[in-house]
């Protein structure tokens, strides 16, 4: 994602939506799994008016793509740690 991207994904995360402290960035991978699953239980719900639910599943959207981007840096990184091991 570029930085504009991932710019734009933390203006329009809102912590207080996803039952969350901090910005977008200053979450760890779980936190970020722990947050989308406690939004897709309250989508889940059927409880939910229908812009509410639009703000939440906009939310999770941001809350998957980080968690995303977050273990695709992971697994890059462990792919470079097997790599200058076998070196």
């Not at 979450?27 to 939440?56: C, K, M, N, P, W």
């Not at 977050?70 to 790599?83: F, K, N, S, T």
Request: aromatic share 4%; charged share 30%; glycine share 8%.
């Amino acid at each position: 994602m570029s930085d504009g991207g991932r710019r734009e994904e933390e203006a329009r995360f809102d912590p207080g939506l996803c039952g969350v402290e901090g910005p977008l960035e200053a979450l760890s991978f779980e936190e970020l799994l722990s947050a989308l699953e406690s939004v897709t239980a309250r989508l889940a719900t059927g409880e939910l008016g229908i812009e509410a639910a639009a703000d939440l599943y906009e939310q999770a959207e941001i809350l998957h793509a980080a968690a995303a981007e977050r273990l695709e840096a992971v697994e890059a990184r462990i792919q470079r740690l097997q790599l200058n091991r076998e070196q």
